[in-house]
């Protein structure tokens, strides 16, 4: 495999694309600049759930971290895969459960993991990377009221007098065109067994994140992704720095939009003569 570089574009409408729970669910952002804010962590997310969800735990599709998941309990499995006792593991049989871990779990072979644990299966250093994903431009939470007709408890129904409405609060951002930038390292795929498979699951999955994964916070509709730009090397050592690449992407509001609400209302727009010879630009979405 060589090596790939690429940018992912996602909006939301009417939605909350990565809350903060240190800030009572607010949508993130950075308090300097304004601009919205999601988190590397949510997107990988979305990939297990869509690896999840389409692949049903084929073999080698499983998912380590995922809901309910003890993950030493995922460990015990190598090791009773490999008829071996985790408390007397030497360290070629840790080095062994550590490839069966990255044989079996998609996810660790992707974006790698530390099972330093009392079951010690190794660490593994994942070949995909993702950035933090930035909105382009600054965005406003938008604070919503909402009623629900019923009580938890019978002694909250005593305090409401028989009226068993109780008041909440929904946030959501009105619009947001969101950037992340991704990395695809060959070296490490090789240690980790990530193959061309994988990296077009990975793909199909940026493609299809969100249509899967509707919530209250994310209704039908309100999150899409609008951009899956893939810069694919000739080389593993890669043709050009990355930053270049990523540089030879823009995104700026129309002129005539003073308040986006669409993803229409931006141009995106790929400098190809930025582009050297040995990369070869894919537009997935």
């Known amino acids: 495999m060589n090596r790939y570089d690429f940018i992912y574009l996602f909006d939301a409408t009417d939605a ?47 998912i380590y971290i995922k809901e309910k998941a003890i993950l030493n309990h995922q460990h015990g499995r190598a090791y009773t895969a490999l008829e071996s006792d985790p408390k007397k593991a030497k360290q070629a049989e840790r080095d062994q459960a550590r490839e069966w871990m990255c044989k079996n779990f998609y996810d660790i072979r992707t974006f790698g993991a530390v099972m330093t644990t009392e079951v010690n299966c190794g660490q593994v250093r994942g070949p995909v990377q993702l950035s933090f994903a930035r909105s382009v431009d600054r965005i406003v939470t938008a604070e919503h009221a909402v009623t629900r007709m019923a009580v938890t408890t019978e002694k909250e129904a005593e305090k409401q ?106 141009d995106v727009t790929l400098d190809e003569s930025a582009i050297p010879s040995g990369v070869t630009v894919h537009r997935l979405i």
């Open 16 to 62: 909350n694309p990565n809350g903060d729970p240190d800030a009572g669910n607010l949508p993130r952002l950075d308090p300097e600049t304004g601009q919205g804010l999601a988190t590397d962590v949510m997107l990988k997310r979305k990939i297990r759930n869509f690896v999840q969800l389409t692949k049903n735990e084929a073999p080698g599709h499983d």
């Open 161 to 266: 007098s028989g009226d068993n409405r109780t008041m909440g609060r929904k946030f959501t951002v009105p619009y947001a065109l969101y950037r992340t930038h991704g990395f695809i390292n060959p070296f490490l795929a090789a240690q980790t067994g990530f193959s061309d498979a994988d990296r077009e699951l990975l793909f199909a999955a940026l493609i299809n994140a969100f249509q899967f994964d509707q919530s209250a916070a994310r209704p039908a509709g309100s999150m899409n992704p609008r951009g899956l730009i893939v810069f694919e090397h000739n080389s593993q050592l890669g043709n050009a720095p990355s930053h270049k690449l990523l540089e030879a992407v823009t995104i700026t509001r129309k002129p005539t939009v003073e308040v986006p609400r669409a993803f229409t209302d931006y």
